[in-house]
């Protein structure tokens, strides 16, 4: 099992290889935080601000993606979410994101946490982004062994 | 008094001819034999010519129904023709008018000289009267609405929280029985992540029943209220909210207490969605009888009068649930500045 520390090294390093300006992962919190989901590791990040906030499991970004287990891609932030919507989306208002993609992090067969790349201009965000995502998804960060299915 | 006919014609006359009543006369076949300057004022030039030249039934070109118990504009059994004019002393008649439409009016239609035949045809117009009304009855029915909606909302949030909320706790505790039962890890780690699942599931349904309506402002007043409502928007949206207050936990009137809790939440709120603000405060105080609110952000602000951002309903209601108190509410707001929202409601 790989260290949990790991985290940070480890979407800092992803950051650099795959140029977005924003690489962040919001993981479940122990019991003793009532599992909340939270943006528990950020890279290229304007303000500490996102991490404290607590995510409603099927609400903003991180919600939808936890409760769905789907990866959303959102190429132009206007298609996504007008103005007096953009509230619902703390993260893209803090961080002034205008592309992203996110994708479920699976460990267990369950979904973990989700992990998010972002770009603070519209159009960045491309299918081949998307894939270097699920790579990253898949191939385990942290502690997560990105298994979406478990074959006794 | 004694009689004097020549006084009483003339008041007659003047009356005719200065009342804002529409008088008109019609013969026994329907033909007008005269009308006064108000009546006049009020046809259709085309209607009036017809009325002047005493066509039959002239008076149909401008009627659009009268009001009868099972229709609101109808001609089934006529006023000009019905063999019982009794009926018709006083009923609502609508007339298509000169440049203002189809209005109502109040008429009153009766025989004046049997012998001849000459039927008298008043109308007073009802626009105002009906304006008052409706808007009387529109006040009843939002306040009627709203308590309904709070009503069914507090029996919902209770019993999300009362019933569904606890049995799911049990679950969860049952769950962790589930420990002194086996030692098979793979089962134990598979009833912690379902204790996950259903704990976050607790806190959902937590969350829905406080969104419907806070059993801290029933049990508890406006300050618990307030407090537990912006500590979850600071923690789901990330602003901060100062509140001040110093009405000391005092309890008001049940309903003033929700106007207050709903009007803070619609003008926190929209200072969330349109000020892009990071801080908000709220004072909350009593002063000459009355009670305060009032919220401030340092945002983007807005121009009164520009087309608004969201659907515009929020401040209407805002100022409708005010007036179900007697209270007003004062929004003003600069381009730059920010926006204030000032609530008060007498006591």
């Known amino acids: 099992m790989k260290n949990i520390a790991d985290h940070q090294t480890q979407i800092d390093q992803f950051r650099v290889e795959t140029d977005f300006d924003l690489v962040a992962i919001a993981l479940i919190e122990p019991a003793e935080n009532q599992y909340v989901l939270k943006w528990k590791y950020a890279s290229g990040n304007i303000s500490t601000r996102i991490k404290k906030i607590l995510l409603q499991s099927g609400k903003g970004i991180a919600g939808m993606v936890f409760k769905t287990g789907k990866p959303l891609i959102v190429k132009d932030r206007g298609d996504f979410a007008q103005n007096d919507d953009l509230f619902n989306f703390p993260i893209l208002v803090f961080e002034n994101l205008r592309s992203f993609g996110a994708v479920p992090l699976w460990h267990n067969g369950r979904v973990a946490g989700v992990l998010l790349g972002g770009y603070r201009e519209e159009g960045l965000m491309t299918e081949e982004k998307m894939v270097l995502l699920t790579q990253k998804a898949s191939s385990g960060i942290g502690n997560l062994d990105g298994k979406d299915l478990i074959l006794h | 008094m004694p009689p004097n006919t020549d006084f009483q014609s003339e008041l007659m006359m003047k009356m005719y001819a200065n009342s804002s ?152 505790v049952e769950l962790r029985a589930l420990k002194y039962m086996t030692g098979d890890q793979k089962v134990l780690d598979k009833a912690e992540d379902t204790k996950a699942t259903l704990t976050r599931l607790l806190d959902d349904i937590r969350n829905l029943s406080l969104e419907l309506r806070p059993a801290s402002l029933d049990d508890f007043g406006l300050e618990a209220a307030f407090r537990s409502h912006f500590k979850r928007i600071e923690e789901s949206y990330g602003i901060s909210i100062e509140l001040v207050s110093s009405i000391n936990k005092k309890r008001f009137d049940s309903e003033i207490e929700t106007v207050f809790y709903r009007i803070c939440q619609e003008a926190v709120l929209n200072s969330i969605k349109y000020a892009f603000v990071e801080e908000i405060k709220v004072h909350l105080y009593e002063e000459d009888s009355h009670l305060h609110l009032i919220t401030v952000d340092e945002g983007l602000g807005f121009k009164e009068g520009q087309s608004p951002k969201g659907t515009g309903l929020g401040l209407f209601g805002m100022r409708e649930r005010a007036e179900l108190v007697n209270g007003k509410v004062e929004i003003s707001s600069e381009l730059g500045k920010g926006t204030t929202v000032h609530l008060s409601v007498p006591l």
């Open chain 2, 21 to 172: 009543e529409a008088i008109f006369f019609f013969d026994r076949d329907g033909k007008t034999l005269s009308l006064n300057p108000a009546a006049a004022n009020i046809m259709e030039n085309d209607v009036l010519e017809q009325l002047i030249a005493g066509a039959d039934s002239a008076i149909c070109e401008a009627c659009r129904g009268f009001t009868s118990e099972s229709e609101n504009q109808t001609c089934k059994n006529c006023f000009f023709e019905s063999v019982e004019p009794a009926n018709f002393t006083s009923f609502q008649i609508h007339l298509k008018t000169k440049g203002k439409g189809v209005v109502p009016y109040t008429a009153t239609f009766h025989t004046i000289d049997s012998e001849r035949g000459i039927r008298v045809f008043m109308l007073r117009d009802l626009t105002t009267q009906f304006e008052t009304q409706k808007k009387l009855h529109q006040n009843t029915m939002m306040r009627h609405v709203i308590e309904a909606q709070e009503n069914e909302r507090k029996r919902i949030s209770r019993e999300l929280h009362d019933s569904v909320a606890q049995e799911l706790l049990s679950a969860v």
